[in-house]
């Protein structure tokens, strides 16, 4: 099953190495739109390894994000995610296009493909994902993060204006570490 019918599946029943024909922005075009959006208001970064494992499939992932939020309101950020299912592997990175944090350490975040492994979820198309920030050192819980969602620009859009918690069914530990910054 490819990462779009994993999508479907879990979506349905929720309810609630990558090689491309186009690359993502350079390092340095990163930072020339992030000094030309104004100062960073809010901000979220991660990196880590997590095993989803529902209706009895377990799903190694691993995701990296950068997402920034600029005092004249446009995000800038990327996200690289990897996720192996059923003996396949599928790549995808992304430019980020929408971020929002609720509760002062839960962050939404998504945007759009810039390189996809998976020939049915294309460039262009929108991925997203929802990751909390449970604090640092001996003690604190972990981290954790949903596997990603895929669709269209107004499903992203949507979901990360919409302050809803995860559903923990979809939630992983993140191994890890997950920084949300307001």
Same mark, same amino acid.
């Given at each position: 099953?490819? @990462?779009?019918?994993? =999508?479907? #599946? /879990? @979506?349905? @029943?929720?309810?609630?190495?990558?090689?491309?024909?186009?690359?993502?922005? !350079?390092?340095?075009?990163?930072?020339?739109?992030?000094?030309?959006?104004? &100062?960073? /208001? @809010?901000?979220?970064?991660?990196?880590?390894?997590? =095993?989803?494992?529902?209706?009895?499939? +377990?799903?190694?992932?691993?995701?990296?994000? +950068?997402?920034?939020?600029?005092?004249?309101?446009?995000?800038?950020?990327?996200?690289?995610? $990897?996720? !192996?299912?059923?003996?396949? !592997?599928?790549?995808?990175?992304?430019? =980020? !296009?929408?971020?929002? %944090?609720?509760?002062?350490? $839960? /962050?939404?975040?998504?945007?759009? #493909? +810039? *390189?996809?492994?998976?020939?049915?979820?294309? =460039?262009?198309?929108?991925?997203?994902?929802?990751? %909390?920030?449970?604090?640092?050192? *001996?003690?604190?819980?972990?981290?954790?993060?949903?596997?990603?969602?895929?669709? &269209?620009?107004?499903?992203?859009?949507?979901?990360?204006?919409?302050?809803?918690?995860?559903? &923990?069914?979809? #939630?992983?530990?993140? %191994?890890?570490? %997950?920084?949300?910054?307001?």
């Amino acid at each position: 099953m490819n @990462a779009k019918g994993w =999508v479907a #599946l /879990v @979506a349905g @029943a929720a309810m609630g190495a990558c090689s491309s024909s186009e690359a993502g922005p !350079t390092a340095p075009e990163r930072d020339a739109l992030a000094a030309a959006s104004g &100062p960073v /208001v @809010a901000s979220a970064s991660g990196s880590g390894r997590m =095993v989803l494992e529902v209706f009895g499939f +377990t799903i190694p992932q691993v995701l990296g994000f +950068t997402a920034q939020q600029h005092a004249d309101g446009s995000v800038s950020g990327h996200i690289e995610y $990897r996720q !192996t299912f059923e003996g396949e !592997t599928f790549q995808f990175v992304a430019t =980020v !296009t929408c971020m929002e %944090i609720y509760d002062g350490n $839960r /962050v939404k975040y998504g945007g759009v #493909l +810039t *390189q996809s492994t998976d020939p049915t979820v294309p =460039v262009g198309d929108f991925m997203w994902f929802q990751s %909390i920030d449970n604090g640092e050192g *001996q003690g604190s819980p972990a981290d954790l993060s949903t596997g990603s969602g895929f669709g &269209p620009e107004e499903e992203n859009q949507a979901f990360c204006d919409s302050p809803d918690p995860p559903n &923990p069914i979809f #939630l992983a530990e993140v %191994i890890g570490n %997950i920084q949300v910054r307001e």
